[in-house]
Nanobody, 114 residues
Framework: QVHLVESGGGSVQAGGSLRLSCTPS???????TGWFRQAPGKEREVVAS???????RYGDSVKGRFTASQDYAKNNLYLQMNSLKPEDTAMYYC?????????WGQGTQVTVSS
């Protein structure tokens, strides 16, 4: 079964940057639907929603700092995160639609220290 694999998380100081990557476990025709995050004790939050026409909308808390992009040749999804804040600390997940089903990765941890 196809699933997603996130990478690129880590620990960084406030003001720093990280770039997350997301790739399918096997070569498959998938449609990425976005990046999400969840901090301990909090609900899952939309970081970036990707629509079928390619439009990307960002959560208010990350607008102007985060940028999602796709490499269609490699079938990868990325999230460039700049000016990171301690409140960005969370597990980050990518999501996609594959043959009508929503699929997710296991997440990659991002920790931002002040």
């Amino acid at each position: 079964q196809v699933h997603l694999v996130e990478s690129g998380g880590g620990s960084v100081q406030a003001g720093g940057s990280l770039r997350l990557s997301c790739t399918p476990s096997e070569v498959s025709r998938i449609r990425y639907t976005g990046w999400f995050r969840q901090a301990p004790g909090k609900e899952r939050e939309v970081v970036a929603s990707i629509y079928q026409d390619g439009t990307i909308r960002y959560g208010d808390s990350v607008k102007g700092r985060f940028t999602a992009s796709q490499d269609y040749a490699k079938n990868n999804l990325y999230l460039q995160m700049n000016s990171l804040k301690p409140e960005d600390t969370a597990m980050y997940y990518c999501a996609a639609n594959y043959r009508g089903l929503d699929i997710w990765g296991q997440g990659t941890q991002v920790t931002v220290s002040s």
